[in-house]
């Protein structure tokens, strides 16, 4: 057994954030299933909207991420969001990120500025198209300098220590953690446990997220006791990399901006059947056009045509990108990018106030793990670093308060480490199966039937699961897409009408008497736990 004062899950910027700011009170031990590097933060390719410029002001980035949120933001955590997440980006600069500047013809610098869909101002910093791993190295680099903080890497938290207060009440007191590459089970106990262990991407067939992000903290989270909220509004990055020979991979909609144009493989375009702004329109139409048009021509993708875009403009401004198509065989300055939407974020998650507590004391969460309120139906552009920042700091500042009187009473606990290896074949084929049924039926638009013909298989899912019951990663991350995945069911099925991200053809109308969060409680709602 392993004590420490804090313990953080995951090294994604939330977490990194928490580490930095407790490291100061006291010692940090800091877990990620991979290496540090392997987070949902380090694949983001956008930016982080912040109100830096001369013509912004708070309550522009305000009411912009309020229209985005379909009528579901807590306004308090917005404004929360807005009024310190500039800050945030200088503290990153602070410590040394580089992000992309202008010189003036005075030769004064200041910061390069974009626009993305949904912002009424130039708001987003960025490095190129690599801004989330910008930001991680320059995270991870000032935590390897900290001595307070230990980074423990291939370290799998298959569950949270809970102990009960009350008929009501828990405490979390750490961790039940798994040294995946020895196979030995131990337990991290600590006066307070932030949960940041990003999202749940890979409970759908095709998603932007690395592999890491199989909704382990949501999982654990509910299992433990705590309460979830907004699981339906799932978003779609309308376009990602199709391609046999290489997972999803996201195609910013930068390049959409600068004339990049959807149309089918004999060039037929057809946004203008759909949207007035045709390519520039929200996320979440063009999601559904392309599904839409998937299915009119029964064909497994569309295409993004980026030829007529300068060659060195398409190099310089979108590298990632023009890299990584390449090294599939794919010049996206001669031939158009087969594309297909995929799971790109979470905006509901593990239920959190205004300062990164959840219902069980002693356990925060922060990131795409949380749901803060800030996101409401619909998340807007490049929101998603700031909030993990902006509450990371947060969560950390209140755990030092509530962590100061916590005496912690140490308990070895034994575990049998000597288990049978699942049988890793079926696994596999039930995770595939998981995923294939939620892209289908669960994914940009949902039918009631679809949603109840998926809650009866989870449920079968799950219990076949605890049959197979081992301690190995493999078992634990396919139990936790499967709970995930009903968690997702159950809001969706909760939520009768269609706002922002969840589309239901049994409701296709917004409804203001649908205008609340959807919470699922553990202890009162019939979820296998």
Not at 176 to 200: I, M, W
Not at 262 to 274: P, Q
């Amino acid at each position: 057994m392993i004590t420490t004062d804090y313990l953080v899950i995951g090294t994604g910027l939330a977490g990194l954030t928490f580490a930095l700011h407790a490291a100061e009170w006291g010692q940090v031990a800091v877990l990620t299933k991979k290496t540090r590097s392997d987070a949902n933060s380090s694949w983001a390719q956008g930016g982080i909207a912040g109100v830096l410029g001369d013509n912004d002001s708070f309550a522009l980035h305000t009411q912009d991420t309020l229209v985005a949120g379909a009528g579901l933001c807590n306004e308090e955590a917005v404004e929360v969001l807005v009024r310190e997440g500039a800050d945030r980006i200088r503290d990153l600069i602070a410590l040394g990120a580089q992000f992309d500047t202008n010189t003036d013809e005075e030769g004064r610098v200041t910061l390069s500025l974009g626009r993305e869909g949904g912002h009424s101002r130039n708001r987003i910093v960025h490095t190129a198209d690599y801004t989330g791993w910008e930001c991680e190295k320059t995270l991870l680099e000032a935590v390897k300098g900290n001595p307070n903080i230990t980074v423990y890497e291939h370290y799998f938290v298959t569950d949270l220590l809970t102990e009960k207060l009350s008929d009501v009440e828990a405490r979390c007191l750490g961790a039940k953690v798994l040294d995946s590459q020895t196979g030995l089970l131990t337990e991290f106990r600590a006066k307070a446990t932030l949960l940041a262990t990003g999202g749940c991407g890979h409970v759908y067939q095709h998603t932007t997220n690395p592999l890491v992000a199989t909704g382990d903290g949501v999982a654990m989270a509910w299992r433990a006791g705590a309460s979830v909220a907004n699981m339906e509004f799932i978003q779609f990055h309308p376009t990602t990399l199709y391609h046999p020979d290489a997972r999803a991979f996201l195609i910013t909609e930068a390049l959409r901006g600068e004339g990049g144009i959807l149309c089918h493989g004999d060039g037929e375009r057809f946004m203008e059947r759909y949207h007035p702004q045709k390519e520039l329109a929200p996320r979440d139409i063009v999601a559904r056009a392309i599904v839409s048009e998937m299915k009119r021509r029964d064909v497994p993708c569309v295409y993004l045509d980026a030829t007529h875009i300068d060659k060195h403009m398409i190099q310089t401004h979108f590298p990632t990108v023009y890299e990584r198509c390449l090294s599939v065989g794919i010049d996206i300055t001669q031939v158009p990018i087969p594309i297909v939407p995929a799971q790109h974020y979470q905006c509901g998650g593990v239920v959190t106030d205004l300062h990164g507590r959840t219902d069980i004391a002693g356990l925060y969460a922060a990131g795409e793990v949380a749901c803060t309120g800030v996101h409401g139906a619909n998340r807007l552009a490049s929101n998603s670093l700031l909030e993990a920042m902006v509450w990371g700091k947060r969560a950390a500042f209140v755990a030092k308060k509530e962590a100061a009187d916590f005496r912690m009473e140490p308990e070895n606990a034994e575990y049998e480490n000597q288990q049978t290896r699942p049988n890793t074949t079926e696994l596999a084929e039930l995770r595939s199966e998981v995923q294939s049924m939620m892209q289908r039926n669960v994914g940009i638009v949902r039918t009631t039937a679809e949603l109840e013909t998926t809650r009866l298989y989870l449920e079968t899912v799950l219990v076949r699961l605890s049959e197979l019951q081992s301690e190995f990663v493999e078992w634990h991350e396919t139990r936790n897409i499967a709970q995930i995945g009903l968690l997702i069911v159950a809001s969706a099925l909760q939520r009768k009408e269609s706002r922002g991200l969840h589309y239901i053809e049994d409701y296709p109308e917004l409804r203001e008497s649908e205008r609340h969060d959807t919470v699922l409680k553990p202890n009162l709602e019939p979820m296998p736990v």
